[in-house]
């Protein structure tokens, strides 16, 4: 199952996210598959999956954090790539137990189904970098959503959405822009499904549960 993380031992928006403190709801999880890494003890390879939210509040104008798509106004989106890994190192083990507010037990970090967070709710906290003169947006940190924030949560806006190389949904697939596409198509778990990849037209939502107020994970 490409979403389930172990303890092993961007947005594509064209507007800009501003850098602050936003509400977020996990819409989009892409299994990016195994992809070549490079870190201070040199290149691996290491399964990846990018996860996705749609922002809520207001831009350094005080206007809606929305951008103009298909002549309807949509909450800006951000992304962040992680390592699927619950070491007690990983990048995705530090925002998650954030996130919920507590780490992860032993017995939790063995199996944790990335999945249920689909439709979750949190604070991201988003900072600003510049390379190459270029402004770019990054997701820094994840928080709980305030105890007064949790009876009354932006309704979802964006369709969510899940890709598993697993069982690799092209309709979904081909939704993705072309750089994303690209790097997909690098992974091994790719080239394995690519004689199976289903092609039906199928709807793309897989849906969310209302989850509780308290992180569902």
């Not at 103009?68 to 390592?83: A, F, H, V």
Request: charged letters at 25%; proline letters at 5%; a negative charge.
């Amino acid at each position: 199952m490409g979403f389930i993380a172990k303890d092993s031992g961007d947005g594509g928006n064209f507007k800009r996210v501003p850098a602050g403190v936003h509400i977020g709801r996990c819409y989009s999880l892409i299994d990016l598959g195994t992809q070549l890494s490079s870190g201070q003890y040199g290149e691996k390879m290491q399964h990846k999956i990018r996860i996705g939210w749609e922002l809520f509040g207001e831009d350094e104008n005080g206007g809606p954090l929305t951008t103009l798509i298909e002549g309807r106004e949509m909450p800006l989106t951000i992304s962040k790539s992680y390592t699927v890994s619950l070491h007690e190192k990983a990048g995705l083990r530090k925002d998650l137990a954030a996130w919920r507010g507590r780490d992860f037990t032993d017995e939790e970090a063995k199996a944790f189904d990335v999945s249920k967070l689909l439709g979750a709710y949190c604070m991201v906290n988003v900072t600003t970098s510049e390379s190459n003169g270029k402004i770019y947006s990054n997701v820094s940190g994840l928080t709980p959503i305030p105890a007064a924030l949790k009876n009354s949560k932006p309704a979802a806006v964006h369709e969510s959405i899940t890709f598993d190389l697993d069982e690799p949904d092209m309709k979904v697939f081909n939704t993705f822009h072309e750089k994303l596409q690209e790097a997909i198509k690098r992974s091994p778990e790719w080239a394995a499904a690519n004689g199976s990849v289903r092609r039906e037209t199928g709807n793309a939502n897989s849906g969310f549960d209302d989850f509780p107020d308290e992180p569902p994970f």
